[in-house]
């Protein structure tokens, strides 16, 4: 997941673990109590030994250690006795990855107002941020957002099919979440496009123009809505500012926010891009059939990102002497061992439940969710069977007694891991909701693209850490027993939502806000 001001958090958030709770034996079946056990400490420590070692080169999105670690994952889910559920029989999903260069000189942001027009060209006065690039050139109406920015309030301003001309004062540093929230929120309320105006210095300006991202990857024909980001210096909008009766220092500096149309100006995106080269990445599914004749159309979904940033300097990851691999053992080894191990569990005897279960190793999450994107619009069956994603992601640091289970406010997978987890004492372990809601990790991780297609996730997750996204994330770190109680509680939660009568269920004002209100 994308690097968090989480990690200057943590102190605040150890706080937040549970008294032990006494051992008990699970009044579980014994088949079951007996495919759990199977799941171990040293055998997770053996998986991610082998996939966070140096020789992986860091998984980066393609790249060779990322198809090794694949071969892998998919060389244990046939020893287990999964059925491929990937392309023609085998267990790989492959999608397309296409690299794309910006032309600078021939894109531009262009303001209009009556019959005054400004450009801003990339590479001298706008800077291309992140997001899509619009296929063709697109125009609309102007939306402006500024002065004292309430984060949580942009969701649900009229800015959807509008350009978002965010005001902030950038002049003087800001902190990560005030610059990034507002981004992303406005992104998913459906605006078309956001530029920053910036009042940076000329000197300040120009350095940023120089970092400007050229090279793009992205997944496939890049063909869906795109919204970009792009940050223009307000000295080419002068005229169009005055004309729109727009004072910027007055926006800036206002004690309230800002938030309005702006009659009469419109804003146009033309970028143009080539395309330098293509690759494939793969994604790794393995399908276990479940026994009851009827359930076993519905699916189960277990799913972990198999990806990490490669080798420094990639992506916050900075090199220490002579390391440089990002190794990736807690973000996501932990959670890719633990498909291994659930996968071991499920096919043990009498551990098959009444529906079908996919086990789901995705890459590129790093780099933006690119390999659960691409399989919840390229499923192996109807999106519409797939009942839950329990997704796993960075479970093997931090709080013994305590593991998040994000989005359990959501659907009624909440109380469900709540009773599973009180039933078995034994495991010592508390699912706590999302104690870091201003970090938005329900958008963060892989679960989001099944959410957002109308799929009810849980996202279990154990925070960060000073070794996130660092060369020091490396496998001797991991608490493997508490990982192993994870683990269980997950085979436990899977065995119940599996073979339940009916199908876990969105709570109905969740389901508007994530399912309906999506733009994505």
Known sequence: ??????????????????????PARAQAPRPLVAAAETITADD????????????????????????????????????????????????????????????LAASHVGFAIGATHARATLGRDARYGFGGIPAQPISAPAYLVGGAVEAQALKDLPVRGKVVLLVLDLAKPLPPAAQGAPTVLLRQAGAAGLVLVSNRDSAAFAQRLLAQPLNRLSVGSDDRPATPVVEVHERA????????????????????????????LRISFDFKETVVDSAQAPNVLGILEGSDPRLRREYLVYSAHMDHVGTAPSQGCSA?????????????????????????????????PRRSIIFLAVSGEEKGLWGSEYFTAHPPVPIGQLVADLNIDMIGRNWRDTVVAIGKEHSDLGPTVERVAAAHPELDLKPIADPWPEERFYYRSD???????????????????????????????????????????????????????ERPKWNPESYREIVQGQTD
């Open 447 to 501: 679960h989001y693209n099944f959410a957002k297609r109308g799929v009810p996730v849980l996202f279990f997750f154990s925070g960060v850490h000073p070794d996130y996204h660092q060369v020091s994330d490396s496998p001797e770190k991991i608490d493997y027993e508490k990982m192993t109680r994870i683990v269980r509680l997950l085979f436990y939660l899977g065995q119940e939502i599996a073979s339940a009568p």
């Open 237 to 264: 909008l002068r005229e169009v500012a005055r004309l729109a009766q727009l004072d910027l220092a007055a926006i800036r500096s206002a004690s309230t926010a800002v938030a309005r149309e702006v009659p009469g």
């Open 1 to 22: 997941m994308p690097r968090s001001v989480l990690v200057r958090r943590l102190a605040v958030a150890g706080s937040v673990g549970l008294a032990a709770a006494t």
């Open 44 to 103: 997770l420590s053996e998986h991610l030994h082998l996939i966070a070692h140096d020789s992986m080169g860091g998984r980066d999105t393609p790249s060779p250690g990322l198809e090794k670690t694949a071969q892998y994952l998919a060389s244990r889910f046939a020893a287990v006795g999964l059925e491929p559920g990937g392309d023609r029989g085998t267990f790989f999903q492959r999608y397309p990855i296409i690299r794309r260069r910006l032309d």
């Open 320 to 352: 220490r002497g002579a390391d440089s691999i990002c190794n990736g053992a807690d973000d996501d080894g932990s959670g890719t061992v633990s498909l291994i191990e659930l996968a071991q569990a499920f096919t043990q005897p009498g551990a098959r």
